[in-house]
């Protein structure tokens, strides 16, 4: 019963939030664009529904009764929490939402270290990066966009190049260092094995490309993340491929130097696949700007 007469008398009650605020009903009336006769009409409406006096005429004004005051202060709190209310839900609109797709190397050693300027560039965007290293089993249905290394854009998708394939040998400074693709033989090395594999280079391709020949060894160590794999070079436990720019920042600090010289292979590298099929984000864009900047100022 209570919540259908606040229903009915919302508006008379946020008429008399300003007229008892006011204490003047023409001052009301020019706060909220009505009449002075207007505002009387609502408030002897909500007197009259409540059964109850709320305002007392004094000169050239009115004042609120005792009762009125109780009433008046719990409307403006009130009032106060609906306008709250409306600006989280106004900010929340006004927030930008962006979803990328990219692998585990890509997030962890080009993203993560640029997370605090890329929210400087988009502080009004909330961005989701999901991973994975199975790229050709990923659902591109649900993201905005996605960074994926040598993927066959599916129906629908442009792909923008963003870097070609640079791959260089990188082991950690306190091993002895390597002055010969022959010295690789006798290295442990740390291999990437993962789903669908052949979109990467491999040992085997990179020696090759090297001149030497490359096998497995007993000594030789494999992971499913590539994480793991440069981890395990840092810490000084084999020599890793290392893809550029993700490894660039790891050789600017020293944590691992470059061995022999890097691979370049224009046929292969990591895209920006977005949809323009699907509804426009107004982020995407800048995102996209931000990337390629950032990795062509490298």
Avoid: C
Wanted: proline fraction near 5%; glycine fraction near 8%; avoid cysteine.
């Amino acid at each position: 019963m209570a919540n259908d007469l606040l229903r009915r008398l919302l508006h008379e009650l946020s008429v008399f939030e300003v007229a008892g605020r006011g204490g003047s009903f023409s001052a009301a009336g020019r706060e909220l664009g009505m009449t002075q006769s207007a505002v009387s009409h609502h408030m002897a409406n909500l007197e009259a529904a409540l059964g109850l006096r709320l305002f007392e005429r004094v000169w050239r004004g009115v004042t609120l009764t005792p009762e009125a005051r109780v009433l008046h202060e719990a409307v403006r709190r009130g009032l106060d929490a609906m306008a709250a209310g409306l600006d989280e839900v106004r900010r929340a609109a006004d927030r930008r939402h962006l979803t990328v797709l990219t692998d585990f190397g890509f997030a962890a050693f080009y993203l993560m270290p640029r997370l605090e300027a890329l929210r400087r560039t988009m502080p009004d965007t909330d961005i989701h990066i999901i991973t994975t290293q199975d790229i050709d089993g990923a659902d591109l249905s649900a993201v905005d966009a996605a960074i994926l290394f040598g993927a066959t854009p599916p129906p629908g998708a442009v792909a923008l190049r963003l870097v070609d394939e640079r791959v260089i040998a990188v082991a950690s400074p306190a091993l002895p260092p390597i002055s010969s693709p022959a010295d690789l033989r006798q290295r442990t090395l740390l291999h990437l094995d993962v789903p669908r594999g052949g979109r990467w280079s491999s040992w085997a391709d990179h020696a090759a490309r090297l001149g030497v020949g490359a096998r497995r060894r007993a000594a030789d160590l494999t992971f499913n993340n590539y994480q793991f794999v440069i981890q395990a070079a840092i810490a000084g436990q084999g020599v890793a491929l290392g893809w550029r720019p993700l490894v660039d920042d790891l050789i600017d600090k020293r944590l691992l130097v470059p061995v022999l010289g890097e691979i370049h292979d224009p046929s292969r590298g990591y895209d920006f696949l977005s949809f323009p099929d699907r509804p426009g984000n107004a982020a995407l864009g800048q995102f996209r700007d931000w990337l390629v900047a950032d990795i062509s100022g490298r």
